[in-house]
């Protein structure tokens, strides 16, 4: 599959709360991060946690968030990130 | 023997007993492990030696072989740049099996220190680490470690300068993670095998950093 998504996009998470094994972390749905790395192809979790064969495959990718995009609280300085393993499907671009 | 012990109704000590295996909670998860597994080995799906190998297996993993990594990583630049790029096949070269979940290997730099966690659940490179620590599946390190990682590193004894970047790598997905701490000074002209000693398993979680000799 090619990849939707380049190292140094910015891309945002759906803000989106479907039921089922999801592997998209809710503290990072409807936030903005940069991608750092294409990882690859990988057979759907959501689907493959219920006995299905996980097709088409999805790119897994590496997106970078500021915590301080995170967390309103954070303490530490803007540069300290969280990088997160985010399927395709989660993701939209954001205009440059 | 004569036993003299009545620990049940006449414990002399201030500190409370550990409870026996059998009278924790039996909880409905633990029923379904049994009945699956009883099941697949009366269907001989594999046999209940098979299954006592692999836990062996599984149980003789230790950090001792990541460690070996590390130090090959840091003796060997061209060694560094595949292991890199490949953690397994990396692995490979060293007659290591780090199995086949894809495994990264994230550098530790004067710019940035990376650190491992697994928000949803407790996905751990157990092919090169072992069996994960408790406190590495805990919730209070799952949760803290994504929001507050500088306070949950100074609680290991790790400070990290404010002109360093934390980076947090939630191990959501697919991979697995490793850290690839930095050489410490005064290690220059040790051999490989003195080096893999240096190199503890907190140290390729992210929690600590390898203090200079």
Known sequence: MNARFAVGDKVRVREAYP????????????KEGTVTAVIGDFANPE??????????????????FPQTGLWPDY??????TAVVDVFDHWLVGEQQ | MTDHHHHDDDWPYPHPKQPDTEDAPFTDHMAITEAVTELLIDKNIFTADDMRKMVEYIDSKSPAEGARMIARAWTDPDFKARMLDDVNAAAVEMDIDAGTIPIRCVENTPKAHNVIVCTLCSCYPRMLLGLPPDWYKSRAYRSRMIREPRAVLAEFGTEISDAVETRVHDSTADLRYMVLPMRPKGSEGMEENALA????????IGVTVIKDL
Do not use: C, N
Request: proline share 11%; aromatic share 10%.
């Open chain 1, 47 to 64: 689907e493959l946690a219920y006995g299905r064969p996980g097709i088409p495959k999805q790119t897994l990718y590496w997106v970078a």
């Open chain 1, 19 to 30: 039921p089922g094994h999801i592997r998209t972390p809710h503290f990072i749905r409807g």
């Open chain 1, 75 to 80: 303490a530490g300085p803007e540069h300290d």
């Open chain 2, 197 to 204: 000693d240096l190199v503890t398993r907190d140290s390729m």
